[in-house]
């Protein structure tokens, strides 16, 4: 029987690099740290930050982290970056530098805040507010699962949102609000401009960002075992990320 993803290792970066400028756009969690048990126990390597500053360097700057976490939690692992970097799954973005690409991120509609907040009450879930959105957790009920999932969806059709799924929550953002939206952001700014992006992540939120690579004549590279949508390259794990970055 045919291998259901057959994906295969990216080029060498030299290779891509030596056809034309390449901006890269990394994911961290999974990506270039090892998940762990809880977000707050990742381990990072003590030269890590020194290793993406000479790949910032080898890329003229055309280097982004697109991060689930908020960008001040990335900052607490990491410490001071000059690195392009957007948290909240890619949402708030700031420059090398520290200074902010575009708007703040926004928080929901009052209104769609209020029937989360009422429908986690009424059900027992927690609801989680975000920078960029709100989340139901519904971990502890997985029997719940299609019921917030539908409620959810009916929220975001109401408010013009849009709805991302993870294990066991579901949340909601504005449109645009996603991995796929810092590619672009980044990539109409002088310095990435005409470059390939490529981006690699392990999650599916990261097939936003693999789209949005896509959609400026770039490509995504899977990490992991998941099944890909969009990817058209794979890497086995954080081992391999890091192989193939040369860091
Ligand atoms: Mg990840």
């Known amino acids: 029987m045919a291998d259901p993803d057959p994906l295969s290792p990216p080029p060498p970066l030299r290779d891509l690099m030596a056809r034309g400028p390449v901006a890269l756009f990394l994911d961290f969690d999974g990506t270039l740290v090892e ?36 960008l001040d939690d990335l900052c607490d692992h990491l410490g001071e970056v000059s690195i392009c970097r957007a948290g909240s799954h890619g949402v708030s973005r700031l420059f090398a530098d520290g200074s902010r690409l575009g708007k703040e991120p926004v928080g929901l509609p009052d209104a769609a805040v209020t029937e989360l907040r009422e429908y986690a009450q009424e059900h027992e879930l927690f609801y989680e507010t975000k920078l960029h959105g709100g989340a139901l957790h519904f971990r502890g009920k997985p029997d719940l699962r299609d019921q917030v ?99």
């Open 35 to 70: 998940i762990a048990p809880e977000p707050g126990a990742i381990h990072v390597p003590d030269d890590l930050v020194e290793r993406l500053h000479r790949l910032r360097n080898r890329l003229d700057g055309r280097l982004a982290l697109v991060s689930g976490r908020a």
């Open 149 to 247: 999932t539908d409620f959810v969806t009916e929220v975001a059709e109401r408010h013009e949102l849009c709805v991302t799924s993870g294990k066991g929550v579901a949340e909601l953002v504005r449109p645009g609000a996603n991995k796929g939206g810092a590619v672009r952001a980044f990539m109409d700014e002088q310095t990435f401009k005409g470059a390939t992006p490529v981006f690699v992540g392990d999650d599916v939120t990261d097939e936003d960002g693999f789209s949005g690579a896509m959609a400026r004549g770039g490509f995504g590279v899977a990490v992991g075992d998941r099944i890909s949508a969009g990817a058209r390259y794979r890497l086995d794990d954080v081992a391999a990320v890091h192989d193939w970055l040369d860091l």
